[in-house]
Nanobody, 115 residues
Framework: QVQLVESGGGLVQAGGSLRLSCIAS????????MGWYRQAPGKQRELVAA???????RYIDSVKGRFTISRDNAKNTVYLQMNSLKPEDTAVYYC?????????WGQGTQVTVSS
């Protein structure tokens, strides 16, 4: 079993920053990609950023230049540094990890950006 535990969400004013963390524990072998999705009220869940075990990253267009995903394989942790936050970034952010053919999910952390 693999458990993903997120932290770092909260309330911030527009233009501010937050850093999300997601720690994987348990049977963490064979984890490849890790990343973050988000889901705003009334909207579909969307992929925000992802990073492979080799460090290749990708981002949704709306966060490019503002968000940075990084990964510490030694700590089994993935981070999402979010700068220049906008009200439209408000959502529940979910960490995920791909272990072989299975996608595992964290419980989600709320990010609220006030205008």
């Amino acid at each position: 079993q693999v458990q993903l535990v997120e932290s770092g969400g909260g309330l911030v004013q527009a233009g501010g920053s937050l850093r999300l963390s997601c720690i994987a524990s348990g049977s963490i072998f064979s984890i490849n990609a890790m990343g973050w999705y988000r889901q705003a009220p009334g909207k579909q869940r969307e992929l925000v950023a992802a990073v492979t075990s080799g460090g290749t990253t990708r981002y949704i267009d709306s966060v490019k230049g503002r968000f940075t995903i990084s990964r510490d394989n030694a700590k089994n942790t993935v981070y999402l540094q979010m700068n220049s936050l906008k009200p439209e970034d408000t959502a529940v952010y979910y960490c995920y990890a791909d272990r072989t053919t299975i996608r595992l999910w964290g419980q989600g952390t709320q990010v609220t950006v006030s205008s």
